[in-house]
């Protein structure tokens, strides 16, 4: 290692002020302080220091995301193998494995390139323009893109996303730590508004439409997300033969059974189908303690809150599905774990903590239920908590505040 | 109360009467704060360290003090000869420590006085004071006595964490029976065998504020302070930064709004009754000298502003060493050549952390069974409690902008929120400050959220500046 700290040393030179190639300073200090842990020590104040990092904190949360993100890849060639009946449900999953993950990667991993590519590209000039070393945020964000996109999304699509989310929802607001919004959430929002008709049409399976086309397409694929069928019901009475057709799928038996919703055997964004593969990912957030587990069970919380109550009132069939499916379905997990406990975007109070993870969760099956439109509750719950964080903090130390007022009168009363 | 768990109801804290008794036996448990378990931590051995050529006071040690000298280079002095004096407050005087010569006064930028040098001259000849009984006097007379005597440096004022005015009227005094900080000196075996100079500072300080106003806390299974009359005696127990005074005035009497509290160290309390009582000018350093870089870590006695060198013994690296005069967390940097800070109690050798470390060797990415870490992203928190950890001064990271949340709440045993307190100070809005309880806060109370800190961020400093900022404003 002390060959590649001599080579670091030997080309620093030139990127330091005055040297060939300053304007690149910053890419070169990220990636020394990549390699290595500078060799800074503490000046003034304490003179030890914990050895957790940024750098650390960040990479920890891509490991989470590691399970998911095998998971997608796989999941993705087994819905294509699937929709085109070259296997069938009952076949053992492992059948055709490296196919499956073949097909996924071909897919997945030119997303995770744009994502990284646009999205530290921007950084880094940011980071030049500003003076500024590079803050670790994107490594997380950059990885929770591809995770929460359509497999088909056109390529140019994610790019222009990322670009909108790390300018307008970051870089505007001064970069890493002063965001109101998820930088991720808002790229899916951003496809989701800008480009609406595509991300509701065929993007969900791969090659969906052209096999539908060349009349390979199985029985019962429509190319529709689980909620994409859901919301179809809405409107229609419970006892409704589109509706009772829909709901079957649901259904022990069904394309859509609480089993394969929480394997994530289902079609859907690329990170957020397997409730399994992201409790893994939960459980070591929350063992290194990383992610918030007030967050995470708040918002769990929340959820089957409301899903309870729309069993209780049963209006329509969406209402009748149980929280418990309503749960491990859509992007709940995915955001629970993921996108509300962005330390950043979310409360940063402890009290607060419990409170914006409940409604976070709440919202989040109250908007995909109510609202048909917008399938995907979580991030239109998750992105409006966000915007209510400071207002819940603000009233959770406004509380500490008159506290403190409170002891300072009843002092004065009693030395009165 | 969150975090707290009182045994007994939590005292009012308004003045009234109270049964010794009841409050012999207050024990207050802190549950949020983290000992962080260095290795070298001092023997209960005590030894006398050899008399030093020079001795210093050093302006800079004491918070919001403006030194105007009383003296010039080669004048001659006394132990308790007036070397300086505040400028604001005349009657804050600083007495040198020793009898001999003033050797120089040492000046920094703008002139700003950076310490005056004493050449010892090993006579101890000493300027002898009035003898005082604490039993017999009234508040004016005490002050001007403390003033004289050359204390009022050793006080510290809350709110703002500086050197107290002596024209106030504080409403109480807080004295930390134990220091809970790494590599701490042990407070029995700082007194041993001075209880009755101990009770004498008590009483005088009973002169100040009267009786109940005389708060000290020790801790859980400490003995000195059993049968110590005149005090309003609470004892604690949990990790640090529980022996932090700031920490046992917010769980026994959170200082509100227009109320002025102040401080001393215990030693300076025994120190102030000696003087009191024997007419000498008692600036006794009892010191713990520890750390990992240190063959064997114990207790000296010395006197206020000794030479660095006699304590650390033996010839030091200073390229590979560190020495802190002070805990490793709220110390100050000084080399072998240097002078003991005036209200330091510990002298600490630290592996210099200037090089730097590959990713995945002792990196941020290895796996880091040596590391001591709050964070649960490395293994400290599966080791056995008993291991003790080697921590060099390496940032280990650079600076960012606040992201992890909930990181200062666990070691900081405050019912006030840190991260937005900070952010107050950093957006310079006053009174938000204000209504955050930056009152009751000293920049050390942030100490170990400042080392807990993912972002690296310099969290005392930052403390400090605001409690200058609000102290300029408020005149």
């Known amino acids: 290692m002390k060959a590649a700290h001599k080579l670091l040393d030997a080309v620093r030179p030139h990127f330091e002020e005055g040297g060939k190639l300053s304007k690149f300073w910053v890419v070169y200090d990220s990636l020394e302080t990549f390699a290595f842990t500078p060799g800074h020590s503490t000046k003034n104040g304490v003179h030890i220091r914990d050895g957790v990092d940024l750098k650390r904190t960040m990479f920890m949360v891509i490991l989470a995301l590691v399970p998911a993100l095998l998971f997608g890849t796989w999941n993705q060639g087994h819905q294509y193998l699937l929709s085109i009946g070259q296997i069938s449900v009952a076949d053992p999953l492992m059948m055709a494995f490296m196919d499956k993950m073949f097909i996924g990667a071909v897919k997945v991993l030119p997303l995770v390139v744009v994502s990284y590519g646009v999205g530290l590209g921007i950084e880094f000039l940011f980071a030049g323009m500003r003076g500024h070393s590079i803050n670790e945020g994107y490594l997380v964000s950059g990885m929770l893109i591809p995770l929460i996109m359509p497999v088909d999304v056109p390529l140019w699509m994610v790019a222009l996303a990322v670009a909108f989310a790390v300018i307008i929802a970051k870089e505007v607001f001064g970069g890493t730590g002063m965001n109101i919004l998820n930088v991720a959430l808002t790229a899916r929002a951003f496809l989701f508004f800008a480009y609406p008709k595509q991300l509701s049409g065929e993007i969900w399976i791969h090659q969906v439409k052209a096999s539908a086309d060349a009349g390979l397409l199985a029985d019962g694929y429509t190319g529709a997300t689980a909620l994409g069928h859901l919301a179809s019901t809405v409107g229609k009475a419970p006892t409704d033969a589109a509706a009772t057709g829909v709901m079957d799928m649901f259904g022990t038996e069904g394309m859509f059974s609480l089993t394969n919703s929480f394997l994530g055997l289902i079609p859907g964004s690329i990170g957020e189908t397997s409730a399994l593969a992201i409790l893994i990912g939960a459980v070591m957030l929350i063992w290194t303690g990383i992610g918030s587990w007030k967050i995470m069970s708040s918002f769990l919380v929340g959820g089957l809150v409301m899903g309870l109550l729309f069993n209780l009132m049963g209006l329509n069939a969406y209402m009748t599905l149980p929280a418990i499916h309503q749960v491990v379905m859509g992007g709940f997990m995915f955001g629970m774990v993921f996108m509300a406990t962005d330390p950043v975007s979310a409360s940063q109070t402890e009290r607060g903590k419990w409170i914006y993870g409940f409604f976070g969760g709440f919202l989040s099956i109250m908007i995909r239920v109510f609202n048909p439109a917008y399938p995907e509750g979580v991030m239109m719950a998750i992105l409006f908590m966000n915007v209510m964080a400071p207002l819940i903090d603000h009233y959770v130390i406004q509380a500490n505040v008159g506290k403190r007022e409170k002891r300072m009168l009843s002092t004065q009363e009693a030395t009165a | ?475």
Request: charged share 25%.
């Open chain 2, 1 to 475: 109360m969150k975090g707290v768990h009182a045994m007994r109801p939590r005292p009012n804290f308004a003045p009234r009467k109270v049964n010794l008794r009841e409050l012999m036996s207050r024990t207050i448990r802190i549950k949020k704060g983290a000992d962080i378990r260095l290795k070298g931590r001092p023997s209960p051995q005590v030894e006398a360290a050899s008399a030093t050529a020079t001795y210093a006071v050093q302006p800079p040690n004491y918070q919001g003090i403006v030194p105007k000298l009383e003296v010039k280079e080669g004048a001659a002095v006394q132990a308790g000869s007036i070397l300086f004096h505040s400028k604001e407050h005349p009657s804050v005087k600083f007495l040198s420590p020793v009898s001999g010569t003033v050797k120089r006064i040492q000046r920094g930028e703008k002139r700003r006085i950076l310490s005056v040098v004493m050449d010892a001259d090993g006579k101890g000849e000493s300027r002898s004071f009035e003898k005082i009984d604490p039993a017999t006097c009234d508040a004016q007379r005490m002050k001007e006595a403390m003033a004289e005597r050359g204390f009022f440096p050793f006080v510290e004022q809350r709110p703002f964490a500086t050197v107290a005015n002596p024209e106030d009227m504080p409403r109480s005094i807080h004295v930390s029976g134990f220091d809970s900080s790494p590599l701490a000196p042990e407070m029995d075996v700082v007194l041993a065998g001075r209880e009755a100079a101990f009770q004498s500072g008590v009483k005088a300080l009973q002169c100040l504020v009267g009786g109940d106003a005389i708060h000290l806390g020790s801790r859980k299974g400490q003995k000195f302070f059993d049968g110590m009359e005149g005090v309003n005696l609470t004892v604690f127990d949990g990790p640090h930064p529980v022996g932090n005074v700031g920490v046992q005035i917010h769980h026994t009497a959170p200082i509100n709004k227009g109320e002025t509290v102040w401080t001393l160290h215990a030693e300076d309390v025994a120190n102030l009754g000696e003087t009191l009582t024997s007419g000498v000018y008692c600036a006794k350093r009892t010191v713990a000298v520890a750390g990992s870089e240190h063959a064997s870590p114990k207790h000296m006695t010395t006197t206020l502003g000794c030479e660095v060198k006699t304590l650390t013994g033996g010839s030091i690296d200073e390229e590979s060493v560190r020495i802190v005069s002070g805990n490793p967390l709220t110390g100050s940097r000084t080399e072998a050549s240097g002078h003991l800070g005036g209200l330091h109690r510990q002298v600490c050798l630290l592996p210099e952390g200037n090089k730097s470390k590959f990713l995945l060797a002792d990196g941020w990415l290895g796996f880091g069974f040596d590391k001591f870490s709050l964070s649960r992203s490395y293994p400290t928190w599966l080791l056995p409690k008993s291991k003790e950890f080697t921590m060099d001064t390496c940032n280990n990271g650079e600076e960012r902008a606040f992201v992890v949340t909930g990181q200062y709440e666990p070691v900081f045993p405050f019912e006030i929120y840190p991260v937005q307190l900070l952010k107050s100070i950093l957006a310079n809005d006053i009174d938000a400050m204000e209504k955050l309880g930056i009152y009751e806060v000293a920049p050390e109370d942030f100490a170990l959220c400042e080392y807990a800190c993912t972002s690296k961020i310099a969290v005392q400093s930052i403390v400090r500046e605001g409690l200058d900022r609000l102290m300029k404003e408020l005149g």
